[in-house]
Structure formats: C-alpha cells, structure tokens
C-alpha cells in the first residue's frame, strides 16, 4: 500500500478560504466604486435641458452574494431611453386637455396638436460604459493579484 503525507495541507485550506474572503470583499467594492464612477461619468455626460435625467441617474449595487456582485446605472426618470434611443417623428397631442401649451421662439404657444420631428440618439452612457468596464477589469485584476501575492507567502 502506498501512503503520502501532505505537509501543511490544512494551512493551505485555511489561506485559501481567506483569500476567497477577501476576493469576494473586494469584488463588492470593485462593483461599489465602478457604478458609483459611471454614474458620475454618465452625468458629465448627459445632455442638459431642464437637468432632470441628469440629476436622476445614480449607481447601484443590486445584488451581492458569496460568488458575484452586481450593479447598475440607472435614470429614475422614464425618458432616458428616448434619449439614448432617438424618437421618429411623431404627432403629439394633448392628453388631458384641449391644447397643448409650451414655450415658443415668441413666447407662449396654444396647439391642438404638433408634428415633431424625432430627435437623434444620444448614447451618452456609452463612454461611461466603457470607462467603468476598464475601471472594473484593473480592479479586480488587482484584488486577485493580491490574493495570489499572499497565497505566495510562507
């Protein structure tokens, strides 16, 4: 019968449940810094006409468990996707009332209905996205180096 010995096996277990700690603690703070950064970015970016998508983007850890983090940026306003998305021209008409009423060229405007003419996509997260996505990689590529740097240490 052939019998082996592994010396310092139990040790080893031991560092490594650390270091899947620690991978994990600093997996959530990766995810934590990157939406927090993309949605400062993303406000840079955003276009600016009464500020209301700008003030409303936020980032968000939405889930975090022992084997994944996960966050988002988000607009808590509903006209973020016509923005980033573009419109087709398209009539618009009162809802509630019998005209609309808005702010023209010579002041104050009464319309029983409008053709407007869509507007042009605007992906201004897109810069954001890519920025957090870098930012995210060298995160954890530096929390696993680290790891991998005490796991190496006797």
Known sequence: MLEIEIEG???L????DRERANIQAGLERAVEAVVIYGSMAAKADAPVETGRL???LEGVVTRSSSTSAEGVVRARVKHMRFVIEGTEPHVIEPKRKKALKFNGAG???FARR??????RPND?????RREAEETLRRELQ???DAACARMNRT
């Open 9 to 11: 096996l139990d040790e």
């Open 54 to 56: 700008k003030d409303s």
């Open 114 to 119: 409008v053709n407007h003419p869509g507007t």
């Open 142 to 144: 530096q929390t696993v």
């Open 13 to 16: 277990k031991a560092r490594w």
């Open 124 to 128: 201004f997260l897109a810069d954001a």
């Open 107 to 109: 002041g104050i405007v």
